[in-house]
């Protein structure tokens, strides 16, 4: 096993990454001091791994409370959050009752969520089951729901007291999720590490297979980076956390257009970050930037390179409502270079327009 800490004072906390940890009662102890632990997962997760951690957490003395979702992003809703806090209200839970959100990204975000809000919060511990979630949603403490109008519009930011990433789990997910998680990966890479970059590109095959050396050693960099951005700008405040929103800003208008569910949100990250990438050689004029290099690794790793053929100025529509605009300006997180991402805060509106119905239009 492998740990790594999120240093946030009085805040901080431990990710264990490793095989088995599902069962290892010794990975949750320490964070559970109540009576009650409330078990949020999904109807795909749940009979894979639901039973094996209420062995675990049941043989720590505890009372479990199952709460189980539907499956999906398109369920990534205030009805799911109700769910849980009316399942949560019905057995009587208090404020000491610990929530594990078992599963991907969604469940996640919306357990998160309801961790931050539930009597005005509740201890909370992530264990993330898909590689998106434990490269990258599981650890910082951004907890969403989403809005018919835009991704992860209502939520708070509140951290777990652990993540426990057991990479077993890896083994049992689907090829298109597991690529949606290697599109965070190689996102990392591109905006702060040039070195890992390379490192991804020369284990394509390694990756593409699942070699457990590989992805163990790919998740706890990830980690790294990502604990070392949360440190410094928990709440995004300061410009730092912001440039993990690469590919973002075009992904999240992709995921909202083609309705949530249609693309996984690495896919969507993944055509952002192509779409990011030619946006700062075109109009930044960043003429040395390596897009075909960009685009030739999502590509190996089985990942979408381009935007699907919808109208631009619903893209831009969704784009202009995005968190990290500023005086209705578009902020866009550009490239300029491998490894060194800049936040723009100046895009104007009618190059942004022009650049996504180059990349939206059918070729002729």
């Not at 795909?44 to 505890?62: C, E, F, S």
């Not at 490269?135 to 989403?146: C, P, Y």
């Not at 300006?329 to 996504?356: H, M, Q, W, Y």
Request: proline share 4%; hydrophobic share 45%.
């Amino acid at each position: 096993m492998q740990t790594l800490t999120v240093s946030l004072a009085d805040r901080s906390y431990p990710i264990h990454i490793g095989s088995g940890l599902l069962a290892d009662a010794q990975s949750y102890a320490p964070f559970i001091t109540g009576k009650t632990v409330a078990i949020v997962t999904n109807k795909t997760i749940a009979p894979l791994y639901l039973q094996q951690v209420k062995t675990t957490i049941a043989a720590l003395g505890k009372t479990i409370v199952e709460i189980i979702l539907p499956n999906g992003e398109e369920h990534k809703t205030a009805a799911s959050l109700d769910a849980i806090y009316t399942a949560m209200l019905t057995a009587k839970c208090d404020r000491k009752t610990t929530i594990i959100a078992l599963g991907g990204g969604v469940i996640g975000d919306v357990a998160g969520f309801a961790a931050a809000t539930y009597q005005r919060g509740v201890p909370f511990i992530q264990v993330p089951t898909t590689l998106l979630s434990q490269v990258d949603s599981s650890v910082g403490g951004k907890t969403a729901i989403n809005h018919a109008l835009g991704k992860n519009m209502i939520g708070a930011f509140y951290q777990p007291l652990a993540v426990i990433s057991d990479t077993e789990t890896l083994k049992t997910l689907p090829p298109r999720e597991y690529a949606s998680g290697l599109a965070e990966v190689v996102k990392h890479a591109l905006i702060f590490d040039a070195d890992h970059f390379a490192e991804l590109e020369a284990n394509t095959d390694a990756l593409n297979a699942r070699d457990a050396t590989v992805l163990t050693r790919v998740i706890a960099h990830s980690c790294k980076i990502k604990a070392d951005v949360v440190k410094q700008d928990e709440r995004e405040t300061k410009d730092i956390r912001a440039l993990l929103n690469l590919g973002h800003t075009f992904g999240h208008a992709i995921e909202t257009e083609l309705g949530y569910g249609a693309w996984f949100h690495g896919e969507a990250v993944a055509a952002g970050c192509v779409m990011a990438a030619q946006y700062s050689r075109g109009i930044g004029k960043k003429a040395h930037l390596d897009v075909l290099r960009i685009q030739s690794l999502f590509a190996k790793l089985n990942l979408p390179v381009a935007a699907p053929k919808v109208p631009a100025k619903n893209l831009l529509a969704h784009m202009q409502r995005d968190k990290k605009n500023e005086g209705g300006v578009v902020t866009l997180i550009l490239l300029n270079r491998i490894g060194e991402a800049i936040v723009d805060k100046r895009v104007p509106e009618s190059d942004l327009l022009a650049f996504l119905e180059s990349q939206v239009a059918d070729p002729t």
